[in-house]
């Protein structure tokens, strides 16, 4: 068998490199970014100095091969895609670049790797990892969809596609220009959040 038309190899390792991915972007908002708030000077110092670089190590790389993972699928299941499919891989592209456009960027310059104001980057960064945040349960609501949910993706809806297609550039707009807002500030709210837009977005592919 050609192992680059074997679905689930592919399948296998695009789950075992988005569960690395989305576990550390989980473990990033909801554990670090928490402890740092509240860390002693010298702990803080030390998370910024040799834990932070070392898991968006992990994390940027894990997040790449889960996107090269799922090119390679979709390619693999391009008759069966549909308006579902095309909003998750959506989610899950733009993550993707938010993690080595803003993400990463600005975290070499919060970890003191390169120069800039810190204070902004570190904010920028918040912002577009609060944002991944928001996108990971409908992302993996549409990506889990495409193998167990039936009929989802056999077909496009231009409606649904179009309407889902502008609430998710409309967030994204505002994690490159925007600022931080109250539904995605806390934990809690984020969490909300996230679970509120898959159910949106649900609603839209389901009835449009």
């Not at 970890?111 to 991944?132: F, H, I, P, Q, V």
């Not at 609501?141 to 309407?163: Q, R, T």
């Amino acid at each position: 068998m050609d192992i680059l038309t074997d679905q689930a190899f592919f399948r296998s390792l695009h789950v075992l490199f988005g569960i690395a991915w989305i576990g550390l972007l989980y473990y990033f908002n909801f554990v670090q970014a928490e402890y740092v708030k509240i860390a002693d000077p010298d702990a803080k110092a030390d998370v910024f100095k040799k834990l932070a670089p070392n898991a968006l190590w992990w994390f940027r790389w894990a997040a790449l091969f889960t996107f090269l993972t799922g090119v390679i699928l979709l390619h693999q299941i391009y008759v069966r895609i549909g308006t579902e499919i095309i909003l998750g891989a959506t989610m899950g592209t733009i993550m993707m670049l938010n993690v080595w456009g803003i993400i990463w960027r600005n975290q070499k310059i919060v970890l003191g790797m390169k120069e800039g104001d810190a204070a902004a980057a570190g904010a920028k960064a918040g912002l577009a990892s609060r944002t991944n945040t928001l996108f990971s349960v409908p992302m993996l609501m549409y990506m889990v969809y495409s193998v167990h949910g039936g009929n989802v993706g056999m077909g496009i809806s231009m409606n649904a596609l179009y309407l889902g297609l502008g609430i998710i550039l409309a967030i994204e707009a505002n994690a490159i220009w925007g600022k931080m807002v109250p539904a995605i500030t806390s934990v809690r709210a984020v969490i909300i959040s996230s679970f509120a837009l898959a159910i949106i977005l649900k609603v839209i592919t389901d009835t449009l």
